[in-house]
């Protein structure tokens, strides 16, 4: 049935033997037995890298049962993915198309893009047939409002004819500080799909040619493993670490696996068989990296489409991280006017400003012809519309319009867009999916708790405080009863039993770490909405307030590079999460405080003790 030639295979033969005995021989199974033995020592079937053979096979193989056989599987599922469809061949030529017809298509797939680089090479495959692309997304967070930003540049692709696969990149996304549980993966990457389908279906966009792929459907197969070696062979510690900058969590001593993030995503553009790869303008250098060293292990330079990076309803990033910075997708209407009601729009500022960037990218994008309108009343100006952003944007530098005029605009046009979306989550299948991948336990008063996650920093509400009062505890000669702005509407009351060891004088006005999110206690008759972080000796003898970089701001977000997720709205007690956090707070022999190992700082620099090193932080 397999006839071999001294120690090589006659694969021309085998590969027609195969396609005869699917049909004829009712030994076929001992076929896949062969062709499982041949496999289990070659990536494939006559070369090192996917042809014809290969695919004249697979046409076949992919109609039969493989689970017995886990290298024929392994076979299939990665030539499938690099191939683009099970049992694919050479495309059909399009329709040869007009030159007017090639600059529609440019300009349609390179609309609001920051950047493209291999604009030559796009231009060159559009004369040939239609591009295909592929965006990845690491499975973690939510998805929210900003997914809009480059859905709308999907639907661009997908209306210019362009084959688009999104990488559900459960792997990366659990490399990246395994931040995605490996038994959510699966969860994670299905509730994305339906995310994702719902809202280019909220644009009216055709699906025909999107494709869904899992990051771990090919990267741990034989031959993506080989070729992550193969790089590793190449590339240094320095350009992996500068590839990694702006998307992996940067710290003084990285873990291997961030190192690693860069090289897996410039394999993804190979193994995902595209002549492109989409991103923000943030994954820059990674895309370089790419350009660099794909072409040394044979594999050809991909095009790079790059969105800019929209500024969140704060003003800064919009992150999922951040919960006054997004909307959820299923947000009800009344949610997205009160998050868009709280939003950073400065009069007359249209430089940092997250409500006009979301016109531009996302309502501009979706109106499409149709003007932006603005209601008001006749007292307030009356209605207006713009045609362009241009004209929006200038209107509301000039203050023509005011913050409170495009809050409301931009709140209708999001409550449009998620529309569909809520109605489609409304149903039992996608409820259930949504609370199997993202687990909420019940409390006994049955309000949801906080979602079961790692017990670490990213848990703990800490905050610049100002102390803008401070006076004895009535009632307790050990403690200070102290006023604290903390970025709130009120300073809040905080209990600190500091009154023994640091002077009343010396923390008035004083910018402070304070714990935001532990459960309120009555101290002596005051209730206390938070905790002073200081740094003690072992003996508890000598306690220190620590110190705050000068320039933080009351309200800004104390943490470490490598733990940024939301922190917990209100801690459990019984659950000890800040006793067990505390444990690895420490100072260093620079005295700079430190969770395991990793630096605590604000925007303006780290945070210190005065003079305790190796202290712990009570």
């Known amino acids: 049935m397999i006839r071999y030639v001294g120690t090589r295979l006659n694969i021309r033969g085998y590969a027609v033997q195969v396609l005869k005995m699917e049909f004829v021989n009712a030994n076929f199974p001992d076929s896949l037995a062969s062709l499982n033995s041949h ?23 992919s109609a039969c049962n493989t689970s017995n056989y886990p290298h024929v599987t392994r076979w299939v599922r990665h030539v499938t993915s690099v191939s683009g469809t099970a049992g694919a061949m050479s495309p059909v030529p399009p329709e040869p198309r007009t030159p007017e017809q090639l600059i529609a298509k440019k300009e349609l797939i390179c609309r609001n893009l ?18 295909k692309i592929y965006w990845g997304t690491a499975t973690t967070g939510k998805p929210h409002i900003a997914y809009f930003v480059p859905m709308i540049k999907l639907a661009d ?32 990457a299905k509730y994305y799909e339906a995310v994702i389908k719902a809202m280019l279906r909220s644009l009216d966009v055709p699906l025909e040619k999107l494709k869904f792929v899992t990051g771990t459907d090919y990267q741990l197969s034989r031959e993506y493993t080989l070729d992550v070696y193969r790089l ?13 900058a702006e998307v992996v969590k940067q710290v003084a001593h990285p873990l291997l696996s961030g190192l690693l993030y860069p090289g897996l995503q410039a394999l993804d553009e190979e193994y995902l068989g595209v002549d492109a790869q989409f991103g923000g303008v943030d994954q820059r250098k990674i895309f370089m990296f ?19 990076m929209i500024p969140g309803l704060t003003g800064d990033k919009m992150s999922s991280s951040e919960p006054d910075s997004k909307i959820d997708l299923i947000d009800p209407p009344a949610a997205v006017k009160k998050k868009i009601n709280k939003a950073f729009c400065e009069p007359g500022n249209v430089d940092n400003n997250g409500l006009l960037s979301f016109s531009q990218y996302v309502i501009f994008p ?3 012809k149709k003007e932006f309108e603005i209601k008001r009343k006749p007292e307030h100006g009356g209605d207006v519309s713009y045609a362009t952003f241009e004209d929006l944007k200038e209107a509301y530098r000039t203050e023509a319009i005011y913050p409170l005029d495009l809050k409301n605009a931009v709140a209708i046009y999001i409550n449009q867009l998620l529309a ?7 149903s039992k299948e996608l409820k259930k999916l949504s609370s199997q991948a993202y687990p909420v336990a019940n409390t006994k008063g049955g309000k949801a708790a906080e979602p079961e996650r790692p017990v670490d920093l990213s848990r703990i509400d800490i905050r610049v405080g100002k102390i803008v009062n401070i006076e004895p505890h009535p009632d307790a000669d050990s403690l200070y009863v102290e006023k604290i702005d903390v970025g709130e509407a009120e300073p809040r009351t905080v209990i600190s039993g500091l009154r023994n060891f640091v002077a009343q004088d010396k923390l008035d006005g004083a910018l402070v770490a304070v714990v935001c999110n532990l459960k309120p206690a009555n101290m002596r008759g005051i209730k206390s909405h938070g905790m002073l972080l200081c740094a003690s000796d072992k003996d508890h003898t000598t306690v220190e307030v620590l110190t705050v970089a000068e320039g933080s701001k009351p309200g800004e977000r ?25 444990t690895d707070l420490t100072t260093n022999a620079s005295l700079e405080v430190t969770y395991k190992g990793e630096l605590l700082r604000t925007s303006a620099g780290p945070i210190l003790a005065p003079s305790l090193v190796n202290a712990a932080i009570r």
Not at 563 to 578: A, E, G, H, R, Y
Request: with cysteine.
């Open 420 to 426: 569909p979306i809520l109605k489609e989550f409304q």
């Open 157 to 188: 692709f997908l209306k210019a004819g362009c084959e688009v696969t999104v990488l559900f990149a459960d792997l990366h996304g659990y490399l990246d500080n395994m931040k995605a549980p490996w038994e959510l993966l699966q969860l994670r």
């Open 558 to 582: 104390i943490t470490s590079d490598m733990f940024t997720d939301t922190p917990d709205s209100q801690l459990n007690p019984k659950k000890k999460i800040f006793e067990k956090v505390q």
């Open 290 to 308: 790419a350009e660099k060293y794909l072409p040394l292990l044979g594999y050809k330079k991909r095009i790079h489409f790059m969105n800019p």
């Open 114 to 131: 920051q950047e493209t680089v291999g604009e030559d090479r796009l231009e060159a495959i559009l004369k040939e047939r239609d591009v």
């Open 232 to 244: 590793s062979s190449v590339v240094t510690d320095h350009d992996a670490r500068k590839a990694g």
């Open 366 to 368: 979706y109106l499409g």
């Open 39 to 61: 496999l289990s020592i070659r990536s494939y079937i006559t070369d090192y890298k996917v042809n014809s053979q290969d695919l004249q096979v697979l046409k076949k193989v």
